[in-house]
T-cell receptor, first 114, second 119 residues
Framework: TQLLEQSPQFLSIQEGENLTVYCNSS?????LQWYRQEPGEGPVLLVT?????EVKKLKRLTFQFGDARKDSSLHITAAQPGDTGLYLC??????????????FGQGTILTVHP | GAGVSQTPSNKVTEKGKYVELRCDPI?????LYWYRQSLGQGPEFLIY????????DSGLPNDRFFAVRPEGSVSTLKIQRTERGDSAVYLC?????????????????FGPGTRLTVL
């Protein structure tokens, strides 16, 4: 069974601080995705990383895929209150790489205080 | 354009009752997914449709859960003899196609979910 473990589970910081969220597995994933979910809404895709060692940037967000494709990280620079939400990593479930059946981590709840 | 919609947004029912949850995917999306999200957890896969057929129902927890997509568009998740443990947010997602050769899975667009509470 492929599992994705995220840490920390909760993160409460002040506006302007930097933070990193981690997503780890003992299994190799062909790709990993990061989603952001706000209360009462469904997850929204932020990025997909597909190559070991890949780094992608989305404004103040930097995503990295581990060289062995077993882990990923999300780094936010100068966090803002609008970054508050649940951050989820997800990867194609074994045997499901061709149709997008996803395994999700348990999520990291980020709260950025003004 | 319209995104994925789900109705009802909230459903409160009593233990033992039958419920139906509806999902309207983005027009033209052939792939449709149902997930269940418990409080403080990530979504958990339930079932995947490609067109009208259920291509993978391995995530359905037991035979009280059933889903249909008769015309390849709207889907209904049906839960019989509900139990308190069924309480969760049920999310539906759709994507333009299920099969992709490379570059990771096609983007799944999620609806806002139906919050089911079984008393």
């Amino acid at each position: 069974t492929q599992l994705l473990e995220q840490s920390p589970q909760f993160l409460s910081i002040q506006e302007g601080e930097n933070l990193t969220v981690y997503c780890n597995s003992s299994s190799v994933f062909s790709s990993l995705q990061w989603y952001r979910q706000e209360p009462g809404e469904g997850p929204v895709l932020l990025v997909t990383v597909v190559t070991g060692g890949e780094v992608k940037k989305l404004k103040r967000l930097t995503f990295q895929f581990g060289d062995a494709r077993k882990d990923s990280s999300l780094h936010i620079t100068a966090a803002q209150p609008g970054d508050t939400g649940l951050y989820l990593c997800a990867g194609p479930t074994e045997g499901g790489t061709s149709y997008g059946k996803l395994t999700f981590g348990q999520g990291t709840i980020l709260t950025v205080h003004p | 354009g319209a995104g994925v919609s789900q109705t009802p947004s909230n459903k409160v029912t009593e233990k033992g009752k039958y419920v139906e949850l509806r999902c309207d995917p983005i027009s033209g999306h052939t792939a449709l997914y149902w997930y269940r999200q418990s409080l403080g957890q990530g979504p958990e896969f339930l079932i995947y449709f490609q067109g009208t057929g259920a291509a993978d129902d391995s995530g359905l927890p037991n035979d009280r859960f059933f889903a249909v997509r008769p015309e390849g568009s709207v889907s209904t998740l049906k839960i019989q003899r509900t139990e308190r443990g069924d309480s969760a947010v049920y999310l539906c997602a759709s994507s333009s196609q299920g099969v992709k050769l490379a570059g990771g899975p096609n983007e799944q667009f999620f609806g806002p979910g139906t919050r089911l509470t079984v008393l």
